[in-house]
C-alpha cells in the first residue's frame, strides 16, 4: 500500500526543500519513493505544492485527490485547501501555523481561518490536524525546518527515521544558514 503526502504553501516559502527533503530522506531510507513538484506562480506569491508517493504501490507520482496519508503546509489556509482536497479519512495534516493573505482577505472579501476553524475542518474531513509555531525564527523561509522537525519527531513518515532527514537536511541547506535551521529542525515541540 503506497503511503502519499501532499505538501502545500505558497511560493516563497521553502516548499521545494521542503519536498526535496522529505524524497531524497525517503529513498535513502530505501523506501520506493516518487515525487513531482508544481510550481505554478511560485514568484508571485502564488500556490505552490508536491506530491510525494511511497512504496512499491505508488506506480505515478501524483497523490489522488482524497488520498494523502499526509498533507503538509506552510500556512493555514493552504492547510485548510489541501486537506480538503487530497486528506483522506484518518490521515493527518501538520502545518505551521502562519498567514500569508491572499488579496480577497485584505480587501475584506473573504475571511481567513482561524487555527482553530483549521482543527475543526480538519476533525470534519475526518482526519487530524497539528500545528507548529515556533517563536524564534528568524526568517520565514526556514519555517519548513520546523515542520521537518515536526514530522521526524512525530514519526509521521513510516519507515522513515528523523535522523534520515537530518542527514538529508544537512547536505541540502545552505552553510550560512544551516545551524540555525538545524536548530529550529531540533526544537521541542
Do not use: W
Request: proline share 5%; aromatic share 4%.
Amino acid at each position: 500500500m503506497a503511503f502519499n503526502i501532499y505538501i502545500c504553501g505558497v511560493g516563497g516559502q521553502g516548499i521545494g526543500l521542503l519536498a526535496a527533503v522529505l524524497a531524497q530522506a525517503a529513498a535513502r531510507a530505501g523506501l520506493q519513493t516518487r515525487a513531482c513538484d508544481t510550481h505554478g506562480l511560485a514568484q508571485r506569491g502564488g500556490v505552490v505544492s508536491s506530491h510525494i508517493r511511497l512504496g512499491a504501490d505508488a506506480l505515478t507520482p501524483l497523490v489522488p485527490e482524497g488520498g494523502a496519508d499526509l498533507v503538509l503546509a506552510l500556512e493555514r489556509l493552504e492547510a485548510l485547501r489541501g486537506a480538503a482536497q487530497y486528506l483522506k479519512k484518518g490521515g493527518q495534516v501538520v502545518y505551521y501555523n502562519t498567514a500569508y493573505q491572499p488579496v480577497s482577505v485584505r480587501t475584506g472579501e473573504a475571511a481567513y481561518p482561524s487555527e482553530e476553524e483549521v482543527h475543526l475542518a480538519v476533525l470534519g474531513f475526518g482526519g487530524k490536524a497539528l500545528s507548529v509555531n515556533l517563536a524564534n525564527i528568524s526568517d520565514p523561509r526556514m519555517q519548513n525546518s520546523a515542520l521537518l522537525g515536526k514530522v521526524a519527531a512525530l514519526n509521521a513518515v513510516p519507515g522513515l527515521p528523523a535522523a534520515v532527514i537530518e542527514e538529508v537536511l544537512k547536505e541540502m541547506v545552505p552553510p550560512a544558514a544551516l545551524e540555525e535551521n538545524l536548530a529550529l529542525f531540533r526544537s521541542p515541540r
